[in-house]
T-cell receptor
């Protein structure tokens, strides 16, 4: 049983560009959350998707958007990249009505 | 919204000693409190969690205690080993998604 998988694992972009990160949840999980983890910090909640809709959102600007597909996989899009967007982006999934989150290995984004 | 404070930010212990990490939370509606371990370059991994209807939970060398009245919870690691060295995060959730503390870097010195 594969856990949460994310792609790409590493990527480098320049300021102003756009990026798309992808996530496949753990088998049996239908809720996907995205977190941003800056160096030396705890993960910060970006948003959560369930039934293909954004259900909750953290304190992130509209440049951060997402999508969930019928197979529960998800994408995180970030437009107009800033240097401060450099971070590890973690996808986490859980089954409905359970609290335990399973994290993927993350996508490390560097913005130059 | 929920705010989670975690202390200390760094902790060094001798192998075999105990380590204690403490967290406080602000939202009285929070009812789920997990602890994650993150090794360098790796994903956070759940090591233990506790729900608000329980005061203490233990799993081998790891235990978590919860004081709902004071809104704080703690992670206790006994008989520490070098492989326990990592960053540990507490988190809390209830009606909100998981909110994480800033982490504690634990170093176990052999």
């Amino acid at each position: 049983d594969a856990g949460v998988t994310q792609s790409p694992t590493h990527l480098i972009k320049t300021r102003g560009q756009q990026v798309t990160l992808r996530c496949s949840p753990k088998s049996g999980h239908d809720t996907v959350s995205w977190y941003q983890q800056a160096l030396g910090q705890g993960p910060q909640f970006i948003f959560q998707y369930y039934e293909e809709e954004e259900r909750q959102r953290g304190n992130f600007p509209d440049r951060f958007s997402g999508h969930q597909f019928p197979n529960y996989s998800s994408e995180l899009n970030v437009n107009a990249l800033l240097l401060g967007d450099s971070a590890l982006y973690l996808c986490a999934s859980r089954a409905t009505y359970t609290g335990e989150l399973f994290f993927g290995e993350g996508s490390r984004l560097t913005v130059l | 919204g929920e705010n989670v404070e975690q202390h200390p930010s760094t902790l060094s212990v001798q192998e075999g000693d105990s380590a204690v990490i403490k967290c406080t939370y602000s939202d009285s509606a929070s009812n789920y409190f997990p602890w994650y371990k993150q090794e360098l370059g790796k994903r956070p991994q759940l090591i233990i969690d506790i729900r608000s209807n329980v005061g203490e939970k233990k799993d081998q060398r790891i235990a978590v205690t919860l004081n709902k009245t004071a809104k704080h919870f703690s992670l206790h690691i006994t008989e520490t080993q070098p492989e326990d060295s990592a960053v540990y995060f507490c988190a809390a959730s209830g009606n909100t998604p998981l909110v994480f503390g800033k982490g504690t870097r634990l170093s176990v010195i052999a």
